[in-house]
T-cell receptor
């Protein structure tokens, strides 16, 4: 079993749809959870960051962490064609090491 | 502010050749790292550094060498290229204690 699993997609939705992206993980010690967005032929960039369980909202984006189920989600409301990208989940044990583990990414296409 | 700069963007190597991927950051970040990204595998850590003069191995270090003589620069050397090293390589940096990883734009390497 991989440490972090993520449906690779591709996921195609119409403009304006609500998108749900998910990751599951096996290591219950993870404390920090992140979502990165990666446009084609570009490096990943941090989109959302949460610590421990709970929800965090930033504009059209909401990140949820359920540590009891080892499951994290990213919701995108009113999706736009500019949201078309690959979304990588990432998690780490702490702030100080290099213990970041990345999911393989879900490719999202938002169709106009 | 350039962030993390990688060169070259694209490179084709023959098996057995050596080369260096250059990486520089202008954010005075302590931590720098190299990842490779392969389909379905996520980002995997090759080598990392927590400061000038200090380097350590990541998950997939074999066939690669690094050095960190300055805070700004962190080159990755392929010692004797193999087709299995065909991948996209990302250099990254972050401030110690921070969770935001800043990635370069990537270097596409093909070994034939």
């Amino acid at each position: 079993q991989k440490e972090v699993e993520q449906d690779p997609g591709p996921l195609s939705v119409p403009e304006g749809a609500i998108v749900s992206l998910n990751c599951t993980y096996s290591n219950s010690a993870f404390q920090y959870f992140m979502w990165y967005r990666q446009y084609s032929r570009k490096g990943p960039e941090l989109l959302m960051y949460t610590y421990s369980s709970g929800n965090k909202e930033d504009g059209r984006f909401t990140a949820q962490v359920d540590k009891s189920s080892k499951y994290i989600s990213l919701f995108i409301r009113d999706s736009q064609p500019s949201d078309s990208a690959t979304y990588l989940c990432a998690m780490s044990l702490d702030n100080y090491g290099q213990n970041f583990v990345f999911g393989p990414g879900t490719r999202l296409s938002v169709l106009p | 502010n350039a962030g993390v700069t990688q060169t070259p963007k694209f490179q084709v190597l023959k098996t057995g050749q050596s080369m260096t991927l250059q990486c520089a950051q202008d954010m005075n970040h302590e931590y720098m790292s190299w990842y490779r990204q392969d389909p379905g595998m996520g980002l995997r850590l090759i080598h990392y550094s927590v400061g000038a003069g200090i380097t350590d191995q990541g998950e997939v270090p074999n066939g690669y060498n690094v050095s960190r003589s300055t805070t700004e620069d962190f080159p990755l050397r392929l010692l004797s290229a193999a087709p299995s090293q065909t991948s996209v390589y990302f250099c990254a940096s972050r401030q110690g204690g921070g969770n935001t990883i800043y990635f370069g734009e990537g270097s596409w390497l093909t070994v034939v």
